[in-house]
């Protein structure tokens, strides 16, 4: 896939979250900043059956939805046996300010909800652009 900063067109990105609101307010925010496909999932299940089939580029999860937790899904995908997935970028969202960051070294952000179309630019191209050497797994950036 050649993704670059400048052109999101080809960039994948799945979205969990229970709420069906925030899935739909976050499937507009990410294509009006021009990402080319939006994935929605409402838990942790299905998420992890779309995610190894579809294989997005970044993954976006809500922390706290029921039965399991985001963190319940970034456990899952980074013990998956496929390295793709096991790599997979994942920005952590929640509407509460104390959410378990436990886990903080694996996951690329942290976004306190409501977000701001702004805030998950800024960590898309932090989670997607390596900082070593600003080459992104899908391109220049």
Not at 18 to 38: F, I, N, P, Q
Not at 103 to 130: F, Q, R, W
Request: hydrophobic share 40%; aromatic share 6%.
């Amino acid at each position: 896939m050649s993704w670059t900063a400048d052109d999101w067109t080809k960039l994948s990105v799945a979205v969990v979250d229970d709420s069906k609101a925030v899935r739909s307010m976050m499937r507009l925010m990410l294509l009006s900043l021009g990402v080319g496909e939006v994935l929605l999932y409402e838990n942790v299940s299905e998420a992890m059956d779309g995610i190894e089939k579809k294989k997005p580029d970044l993954v976006i999860s809500d922390y706290y939805m029921v039965p399991e937790t985001g963190l319940d899904l970034l456990k899952r995908l980074r013990q998956s046996t496929e390295e793709l997935t096991r790599a997979l970028p994942f920005l952590m969202m929640s509407g509460y300010e104390k959410a378990d960051t436990s886990l903080s070294n694996e996951i690329s952000g942290y976004m306190p909800k409501p977000v701001t179309a702004d805030l998950v630019k800024h960590h898309i191209m932090t989670a997607c652009v390596d900082r070593s050497d600003k080459e992104s797994k899908f391109g220049r950036a």
